[in-house]
Nanobody, 116 residues
């Protein structure tokens, strides 16, 4: 079972930028499309962005043009660069395989808070 560890969350002001990271425990990462998800207080977890094996990204409408997903298949790392952050981006961010594949065990997530 692959273990996932998210990091990089912080408190940022509206309009600010932040990069969150996800480390996968073994090379099984390389054979899967991956994605970022988030869960805001009182809401269901939602898909934010995905990236295919060849690096092609896709985004939820709410973050398109502001967020950039990337992966490093050598280091088994997944990244999410978040720009022009809004208060509604406040959530715990998680990484996992892309929608359509059985999820791996969820990590602890990383808290992103956008507030002045």
């Amino acid at each position: 079972q692959v273990q996932l560890v998210e990091s990089g969350g912080a408190l940022v002001q509206p309009g600010g930028s932040l990069r969150v990271s996800c480390a996968a425990s073994r090379s099984g990462f390389r054979g899967h499309a991956m994605a970022w998800y988030r869960q805001a207080p009182g809401k269901q977890r939602e898909w934010v962005a995905g990236i295919s094996l060849d690096g092609s990204p896709n985004y939820a409408d709410s973050v398109n043009g502001r967020f950039t997903i990337s992966r490093d298949n050598v280091l088994n790392m997944l990244y999410l660069q978040m720009n022009s952050l809004k208060p509604e981006d406040t959530a715990v961010y998680y990484c996992n395989v892309g929608i359509g594949s059985p999820f791996w065990s969820w990590g602890q997530g990383t808290q992103v808070t956008v507030s002045s």
